[in-house]
């Protein structure tokens, strides 16, 4: 059984360039749920995806966007960085998308200059 | 809304004393509560999840969370503390679904 993974582990933007990060879920599990992660902060809620579809968005604009492929497999992408985009990004997936107990990867960390 | 405040950013422990790491929840229902820990260049992990079935919740590596409602509090403790528990652990409430909604952590380091 294959755990989450996430590509790439650490990259580096500048300001107004466009990100794709990558995440393969854990073998079985139908729900990825993003989240950003500032230094020294909590993960905070982007969204969720569930079969294919957005299925909960936190407090983020419009730029930040996703997908989710059949294979259950996730795209985040965030458009017009900016330098507070600056952060961990991580990938969690789950069985079911309200039990809340999700599997995470160990991250993209994202740098903007 | 949902929340949760973690009232201590680091704890500091020697190996084999007990560990407390507090949290207070705020809820205008039912909450579900879970524990979840990040070591170092790892993915977080659940440590534990509270559903209203019992108010004492086990965890895996000697971990447990007492919920109390008339405290709105869910600390996690544990008996004897070990190197390998020196993470970073954060207190999270389910707003709704899988969006959890994450305390700002607290570091506990573990001293030999």
């Known amino acids: 059984e294959t755990g989450v993974t996430q590509s790439p582990t650490h990259l580096i933007k500048t300001r107004g360039q466009q990100v794709t990060l990558r995440c393969s879920s854990q073998?079985?599990?139908?729900?990825v749920s993003w989240y950003q992660q500032a230094l020294g902060q909590g993960p905070q809620f982007i969204f969720q995806?569930?079969?294919?579809?957005?299925?909960g968005r936190g407090n983020f604009p419009p730029r930040f966007s996703g997908l989710q492929f059949p294979n259950y497999s996730s795209e985040l992408n965030v458009n017009a960085l900016e330098l507070d985009d600056s952060a961990l990004y991580l990938c969690?997936?789950?069985?079911?998308?309200?039990?809340?107990?999700?599997?995470f990867g160990e991250g993209s960390r994202l740098t903007v200059l | 809304a949902q929340s949760v405040t973690q009232l201590d950013s680091h704890v500091s422990v020697s190996e084999g004393t007990p560990v407390l790491l507090r949290c207070n929840y705020s809820s205008s229902y039912s909450p579900s509560l879970f524990w979840y820990v990040q070591h170092p260049n790892k993915g977080l992990q659940l440590l534990l999840k509270y559903t209203s079935a019992a108010t004492l919740v086990k965890g895996i590596n000697g971990f447990e969370a007492e919920f109390k409602k008339s405290e709105t509090s869910f600390h996690l403790t544990k008996p004897s503390a070990h190197m390998s528990d020196a993470a970073e652990y954060f207190c999270v409430v389910s707003q709704y679904g899988n969006k959890l909604v994450f305390g700002a952590g607290t570091i506990l380091r573990v001293k030999s």
């Open positions: 073998s079985g599990h139908n729900t």
């Open positions: 995806y569930y079969r294919e579809e957005e299925n």
């Open positions: 969690a997936s789950s069985l079911g998308s309200n039990t809340g107990e999700l599997f």
